[in-house]
């Protein structure tokens, strides 16, 4: 699904014209990554979490050049899945 395909169907759910649909996708998204921006965890309930995972610097091997490489710290974005949602994903079958 892409975003045009989610703003027709919020526009449709909601009753809403699709510019109002696309605003009101902006304005979620902007505060998502608001959120994300600050440090602080998104918690959807029967949805998920996601959140800034801090990754520690290390070692790793590049095989192809033979030699040893230092990874700085960085950080990552994680998504962990509510357990309504993996139960729904496991039970869906194609149709």
């Given at each position: 699904?892409?975003?045009?395909?989610?703003?027709?169907l919020l526009?449709?759910?909601?009753?809403?014209?699709?510019?109002?649909?696309?605003?009101?996708?902006?304005?979620?998204?902007?505060?998502?990554?608001?959120?994300l921006?600050?440090?602080?965890?998104?918690?959807t309930?029967?949805?998920g979490?996601?959140?800034?995972k801090?990754?520690?610097a290390?070692?790793?091997?590049?095989?192809?050049?033979?030699?040893?490489?230092?990874?700085p710290?960085?950080?990552?974005?994680?998504?962990?899945?509510?357990?309504?949602l993996?139960?729904?994903?496991k039970?869906?079958?194609?149709?």
């Amino acid at each position: 699904m892409v975003t045009k395909e989610i703003v027709k169907l919020l526009s449709e759910r909601l009753n809403i014209s699709q510019r109002q649909a696309k605003d009101l996708l902006e304005l979620q998204v902007k505060a998502i990554t608001s959120h994300l921006q600050r440090r602080h965890n998104i918690i959807t309930r029967d949805f998920g979490t996601v959140g800034i995972k801090e990754v520690p610097a290390r070692r790793a091997y590049i095989p192809s050049e033979k030699i040893l490489c230092e990874i700085p710290a960085h950080q990552k974005i994680f998504f962990r899945a509510a357990n309504k949602l993996k139960e729904l994903v496991k039970s869906w079958r194609p149709s």
